[in-house]
């Protein structure tokens, strides 16, 4: 089992940032791929971005060149840097490892970005 705990939510004006992080303990072995999704209300949960452990980055559309994934080795995480934040980028966001036909999920933690 993997347990992943999210940090870095908040409320942000149009244009800001925010980083959010993701510290997985338990069997971190097992995973290969870590990444982020994000549900929006009335909207399904979509991958935002993903890396691998040879640290290759994979992000959605909307997102190419405003955010950013990396990970901390040392520290058993990987991040989500969010800059140019736009209103539509308003969800709960989710911590995502896979590895071994298993996928563990974070909690949420909500995204918002409103004037």
């Known amino acids: 089992q993997v347990q992943l705990v999210e940090s870095g939510g908040g409320l942000v004006q149009p244009g800001g940032s925010l980083r959010l992080s993701c510290a997985a303990s338990?069997?971190?072995?097992?995973?290969?791929?870590m990444g982020w999704y994000r549900q929006a209300p009335g909207k399904q949960r979509e991958l935002v971005a993903s890396i691998t452990k040879g640290d290759i980055p994979t992000y959605t559309g909307s997102v190419k060149g405003r955010f950013t994934i990396s990970r901390d080795n040392a520290k058993n995480s990987w991040n989500l840097q969010m800059n140019s934040l736009k209103p539509e980028d308003t969800a709960v966001y989710y911590c995502?490892?896979?590895?071994?036909?298993?996928?563990?999920w974070g909690q949420g933690t909500q995204v918002t970005v409103s004037s």
């Open positions: 338990g069997s971190i072995l097992m995973i290969s791929i």
């Open positions: 995502n490892a896979e590895g071994l036909g298993y996928r563990f």
